[in-house]
Each structure stands twice: as structure tokens, then as C-alpha cells.
């Protein structure tokens, strides 16, 4: 099935230690976004990759940084992770053209800790 | 104020009952998204709607676009329906979401 994955599904690092999270798509969609979600609270958008352009959201941490190498694979890179970067990290899809209206595929999350 | 406001914030139910959840939103839109988070993270698309009504199984979505609110009913609800229901805009000329806090659902048994 084409599907959203995201690796790893749970991620410990330490304080300061620099952290990659990865995400892969089998939908061959145009749109990729990477939403922070800490607890009890609603997905916040830190940035979205429309085919190569690079979105960034202005209240996005410098911290946080993106790659997308290729259409099907997607990094959020924390550079020096804080305690207050504790969070659930969601990657979704969307084939955006031009057409409003076209949901968002969602993967599992990777639910970070620091220690 | 949050452009996109939900309620309840938390609802409990029992097994069979039926769920309205609403959705207000203050700003113009191109569509409106229906979500469900179940614990342990993963995000699933209910509905997306610019008008009108949907239904799926034994959920059916409406959207008032005149006085900007959706609401999101479960019929004959069940203990596995538990989850929190988001309700998510796209502003208009922008693909991206704007995500409403979410309720959270309990079905009991």
C-alpha cells in the first residue's frame, strides 16, 4: 500500500546531541510537511517542501533544519536539541495542483525524548 | 482567538450514543479537514469538504459555509471510535493547515 513512513517510531537523544528524523513517501506526491506536536496540543507546521522550495514557517527555530533530497525522502535535522524540543514529529504528503482541497497523508510519527 | 475553535474539548460517551462534534472557523477557507489521532500518534484523513455533507460508514461530515462551522457526527458509536477528532482549514489561497485544538473522544462500553 502507498503509504507515509516515518523512522524511527520512537527517538531518544541527549541534550545538545544533534538528531535526524526520516521520512519517506510511496505516493509520488509534489508536497511534504514536517508539523511539531507537543502534548495535549494541536500539530504546529515548522516547514513544507513544495517539489524543491523550501517553506519555512517564520516562528520555525533556527534549530530545526530540512532536507529533501529526492521526491520520495524527507529529514528534519535538530542541530542541538533542547529540552523544550520533546514533541511528536509528524511528516504528511499532499499532491497540491493548483486545485484547493487535497488531504493530507499522514505518517505514524516519531515521538522524541531528551534526556 | 484561535481562527478555528472546537467543540467540546473533551466529550465521553456511552457505547451506541450519537457524537456531534462542531467546528467554527473565522476565516475564509478553501476547504475544511475532519482528522482522528489515536493515541501513540498517527494522524488519519476522516473527511475533507468545501460544501455540503459527506458520509462514510457511520460518519457523516456537514459544512455551513455561510456560517463558517462543520460538525462531525458519529452514529451508533463505539468503544474503538475513542480517539481526538481534529478539525483542520485551509485559509484560502494557501494549501496549508490551520488545525483547531482538538476534542477528545471516550466511548464507553
Known amino acids: 500500500d502507498a503509504m507515509v513512513i516515518q523512522n524511527p517510531r520512537y527517538q531518544v537523544t541527549q541534550f545538545g546531541k544533534p538528531v535526524t528524523l526520516s521520512c519517506s513517501q510511496t505516493l509520488n506526491h509534489n508536497v511534504m510537511y514536517w508539523y511539531q506536536q507537543k502534548s495535549s496540543q494541536a500539530p504546529k507546521l515548522l516547514f513544507h517542501y513544495y517539489d524543491k522550495d523550501f517553506n519555512n514557517e517564520a516562528d520555525t527555530p533556527d534549530n530545526f533544519q530540512s532536507r529533501r533530497p529526492n521526491t520520495s525522502f524527507c529529514f528534519l535535522d535538530i542541530r542541538s536539541p533542547g529540552l523544550g524540543d520533546a514533541a511528536m514529529y509528524l511528516c504528511?504528503?499532499?499532491?497540491?495542483?493548483?486545485?484547493?482541497?487535497?488531504?493530507?497523508?499522514f505518517g505514524d510519527g516519531t515521538r522524541l525524548s531528551i534526556l | 482567538k484561535n481562527e478555528v475553535e472546537q467543540s467540546p474539548q473533551n466529550l465521553t460517551a456511552q457505547e451506541g450514543e450519537f457524537i456531534t462534534i462542531n467546528c467554527s472557523y473565522s476565516v475564509g477557507i478553501s476547504a475544511l479537514h475532519w482528522l482522528q489521532q489515536h493515541p501513540g500518534g498517527g494522524i488519519v484523513s476522516l473527511f475533507m469538504l468545501s460544501s455540503g455533507k459527506k458520509k462514510h460508514g457511520r460518519l457523516i461530515a456537514t459544512i455551513n459555509i455561510q456560517e463558517k462551522h462543520s460538525s462531525l457526527h458519529i452514529t451508533a458509536s463505539h468503544p474503538r471510535d475513542s480517539a481526538v477528532y481534529i478539525c483542520a482549514v485551509e485559509k484560502g489561497g494557501s494549501e496549508k493547515l490551520v488545525f483547531g485544538k482538538g476534542t477528545k473522544l471516550t466511548v464507553n462500553p
Open positions: 504528511a504528503t499532499s499532491r497540491v495542483e493548483g486545485a484547493p482541497g487535497q488531504p493530507q497523508h
